[in-house]
């Protein structure tokens, strides 16, 4: 955090000259949340002239006037009244936008946003981060003082601080990462992080920018917690992820398909793979079905994540079972590769408390990534019991699952 801090306290003036550019192609702009100023290549101006117009925060995104910051680096931005569109010009990109619509058009490309352009004031106000990043500005926020730092035109890419060791991050816990072939366990990664490298961050699996992370050694106050980055995002834990990459191009997710229709067969299968291990009545039901071709040889494989969850907590049963596997079709035949499956039958002392630690175990799939560019597709899993939460990513490799990653926090 201390790169962060130290532009924190600098002057707007001094941070804009300290970066070598020519103001004919580039320059950089300080808005602040709540300011009705802003700087521009050093000099103090007024958002929007008049107005008292500033930046706000919505729904945990910083949304700015569009005409102020595109008009300030030498753009245009266009209104289509009938249609509540915006469409803006700028380093030689173009970015349609509507009003309350998280739907929006960067160079030709269909994108989403998490949260729409909309009107304040009889001023339309849009999320900093996804317009400028789509015409090729570099997006700084500096949390301690709400101030979005945005440099535009001939943008320096050693700017951004990015590692050379591909680090993934998953809900601020270090995963690991690699160097050309040889994986990074995140113990060793974590010793070879400088700390404040530049992170891209994916929440759901789609872009939400640029952020910086503070190393955070393993330990914790109540137990164990595995090596973390902190990276400053919000999200809620109960519905959403996300993901920081800090290396060389983009991290790619997949949309798998969603099996509806094959729901029963594959409880079955389930329900068959249970007896065999002596659990005939677990009443297991399936919560995800994906199909996805996760090792890129053109056959799609399907996974699987079942639980009893609902039926042990109602008391239809007395045994606990999760289970998560990938059926892998091979010669025709479908093979089941486990990545994971729990068995339990409670045990109690004498005052009727459950001992079985993990008595809750449930696993949640979070999405499919593209670690590697080839086109093979990594599992992330955040998986629960009590006092406990552990991330892991499994590959499909010459026909078995391995696990590559893991790290989480308990007691």
């Known amino acids: 955090m201390a790169i962060i801090a130290a532009l924190a306290v600098l002057s707007s003036a001094v941070f804009a000259e300290s970066v070598p550019r020519s103001l004919d192609d580039s320059g950089i702009i300080i808005m602040k949340v709540g300011s ?16 008292d117009t500033a930046p706000i925060v919505l729904d945990n995104r910083t949304l700015i006037p569009a005409r102020a910051l595109i008009e300030a680096m030498g753009g245009t931005v266009g209104w289509e009244a009938s249609a509540q569109k915006i469409t803006i010009e700028a380093n030689a990109h173009s970015v349609t936008m509507w009003l309350g619509s998280t739907g929006f058009v960067a160079d030709g490309i269909d994108k989403t946003m998490d949260v729409a352009p909309t009107v304040i004031n ?71 992080l400088k700390g404040n490298e530049a992170y891209k961050v994916y929440i759901n699996g789609k872009s939400a920018g640029i952020e910086y992370g503070e190393k955070i050694p393993e330990g914790g106050e109540y137990g164990f917690s595995g090596n973390s980055i902190d990276l400053s995002v919000n999200i809620d834990p109960e519905t959403d992820y996300y993901a920081g990459f800090s ?28 007896t065999e291990k002596g659990y005939g009545n677990a009443h297991l039901e399936i ?7 996760l090792d890129n040889d053109g056959v799609n494989e399907v996974v699987v994540n079942a639980s009893n969850i609902e039926a042990y907590y109602s008391g239809e049963t007395d045994v606990f079972v999760t289970m ?11 093979e089941n ?65 391995q696990a590559l990653m893991y790290n989480g926090a308990g007691a």
């Not at 802003?38 to 007024?46: K, R, Y």
């Not at 290396?247 to 068959?272: C, H, S, T």
């Open 122 to 192: 009889d001023r339309t106000l849009v999320p900093v981060r996804f317009m400028a990043e789509n015409i090729g500005c570099d997006v700084k926020w500096i949390g301690a003082t709400s101030e979005i730092i945005i440099t535009y035109g001939q943008v320096d890419s050693s700017l951004h601080n990015y590692s050379e060791y591909n680090a993934l991050v998953l809900d601020g816990f270090l995963m690991g990462g690699n160097k050309g072939n040889s994986l990074l366990s995140q113990e060793e990664l974590f010793d070879l």
């Open 36 to 51: 009705k100023t802003m700087t521009v290549n050093g000099s103090i101006v007024e958002v929007d002239p008049g107005r």
């Open 337 to 401: 590769l486990v990545i994971n499956e729990y068995f339990f039958t409670p045990e109690y002392d004498s005052d009727g408390t459950n001992l079985t630690w993990c008595q809750y175990f449930r696993n949640e799939i979070l999405g499919f990534c593209d670690l590697t560019g080839d086109g093979s597709y990594k599992i992330l899993v955040r998986s629960y019991a009590v006092d406990l939460v552990l991330y892991q990513v499994h590959e499909l490799r010459d026909g078995k699952m």
């Open 287 to 293: 919560i995800d079905l994906f199909s996805i071709d």
């Open 324 to 334: 998560l596997y990938v059926g892998l079709v091979k010669d025709d035949n479908v």
């Open 247 to 274: 290396g060389q191009g983009e991290l790619i997710f997949a949309n798998p398909d969603k099996l509806l229709r094959d729901r029963e067969l594959y409880k079955e299968e389930v329900d068959r793979l249970a």
